[in-house]
């Protein structure tokens, strides 16, 4: 496997959490799934043997100089630690600190036939050191095609 497959990865899960009509566990595991794959992208880069050094040093600064990747990064690491160490060097603090559901055309979460109703989720995404708010889709999306731009800038697609 290569950096190539994992981008393709990403870009699976980005797919999956766009698709929210489904079990509430089953799209959160996703979800969470997407912010950790996006952000070891670069580490997929860093540990590719083909790759010059100079590349790979490219790819980090441009990994670093990425609001979007670093929110990814962020949120991977919540997700996997529950809270930073005491020593991690974080720029946005970002935390995904709303989480809504909601139903559209079709039924209510009170009906007994929800089936016809498609579920939808939104979460936001805290910026501690800003107080800024971001919708977390919004910011996959983005983080995908920041992520395709960073590979092309550095000759990698």
Avoid at 17 to 34: A, G, L
Avoid at 82 to 110: C, H, K, W
Wanted: proline share 1%; with cysteine.
């Amino acid at each position: 496997m290569s950096y190539k497959d994992q981008f393709d990865r990403v870009r699976r899960y980005l797919a999956r959490i766009e698709n929210q009509s489904r079990d509430r566990t089953e799209y959160e595991d996703d979800f969470w799934s997407f912010f950790q794959n996006c952000w070891h992208l670069a580490h997929w880069i860093e540990n590719d043997p083909t790759l010059t050094a100079s590349t790979k040093g490219n790819v980090w600064n441009d990994v670093k100089n990425s609001d979007t990747i670093i929110i990814c990064r962020d949120l991977a690491n919540r997700s996997k630690h529950v809270t930073f160490e005491p020593n991690y060097q974080t720029r946005m603090d970002a935390q995904v600190t709303q989480s809504q559901i909601g139903i559209e055309a079709g039924g209510s979460l009170q009906d007994e036939n929800v089936s016809s109703a498609r579920l939808s989720y939104g979460y936001t995404i805290t910026l501690h050191k800003t107080g800024s708010h971001k919708d977390a889709l919004r910011v996959a999306r983005k983080a995908v095609k920041d992520s395709a731009a960073l590979l092309k800038r550095n000759g990698l697609t």
